[in-house]
């Protein structure tokens, strides 16, 4: 497999349930990124993680929790969700996390809490 | 702090014209500036990105960009449109040393027949 990809590319759950999404890139990459894309909204930046490490956590709450085991798997847990995180959550990938770098993104996570 | 804005939620052409996308960003220091582009159930994918180099910026599928520090304004065209261009597509701003990359909120390119 090559690129970023992104396990289940769908997932429904209730409110009270426990689900994990998988990221998992073949680039060779440093750094990785969970992005929430909701619908009328810009992409919003969730979490980052260099060489395994996160450096960033932007005011996201401890309901997704981020899990960075190696450079090349990125995992978001899921627990006690409510009906607006209903979202597109995206994964991605860069040689590093700094500026110009481009982002790989996967295909997505559709997820719906019902 | 860093912003974007893309000035259209949605822009229709008809197939064989000029496309044209606006983007203006908001920066304090030089910036790193980004188009993207989404298809229907698939992540985003870079089509071009500017760094301070040449101002004129070629990307794939035949679309460009043109920095414009006075105008703070990163537009992205293609001068014939086809209809594989149908997308959302998104314009983003970084700089040295950022870690994060900040997004529009996204075009939506419609193209008619």
């Known amino acids: 497999e090559t690129g970023v990809t992104q396990t289940p590319r769908h997932l429904v759950m209730g409110m009270t349930n426990k689900k994990s999404l998988k990221c998992e890139q073949h680039?060779?990459?440093?750094?990785m990124y969970w992005y929430k894309q909701s619908a009328k909204k810009p992409l919003e930046l969730m979490f980052v993680?260099?060489?395994?490490?996160?450096?960033e956590n932007n005011s996201v709450p401890s309901r997704f929790s981020p899990e960075c085991p190696n450079s090349s798997h990125l995992f978001l847990h899921l627990h006690t969700l409510q009906p607006e995180d209903s979202a597109l959550y995206l994964c991605?990938?860069?040689?590093?996390?700094?500026?110009?770098?481009?982002?790989?993104f996967g295909a997505g996570s559709r997820l719906t809490v019902l | 702090a860093q912003s974007v804005t893309q000035l259209g939620s949605h822009v229709s052409v008809s197939e064989g014209a000029l496309v044209l996308l606006r983007c203006n960003y908001s920066?304090?220091?030089?910036?790193?500036l980004f188009w993207y582009v989404q298809y229907p159930n698939q992540g985003l994918q870079l089509l071009l990105k500017?760094?301070?180099?040449?101002?004129l910026v070629k990307g794939i599928n035949g679309f460009e960009a043109e920095f414009k520090k006075s105008e703070t304004s990163f537009h992205l065209t293609k001068p014939s449109a086809h209809m594989s261009d149908a997308a959302e597509y998104f314009c983003?701003?970084?700089?040295?040393?950022?870690?994060?990359?900040?997004f529009g909120q996204g075009t939506r390119l419609t193209i008619n027949p």
């Open positions: 991605a990938s860069s040689q590093d996390p700094q500026g110009a770098n481009v982002l790989t």
């Open positions: 680039l060779g990459h440093n750094a």
């Open positions: 993680y260099s060489l395994e490490e996160r450096v």
């Open positions: 920066s304090s220091v030089p910036p790193y």
């Open positions: 500017y760094t301070s180099a040449a101002t």
């Open positions: 983003a701003v970084s700089r040295q040393g950022a870690q994060k990359l900040v």
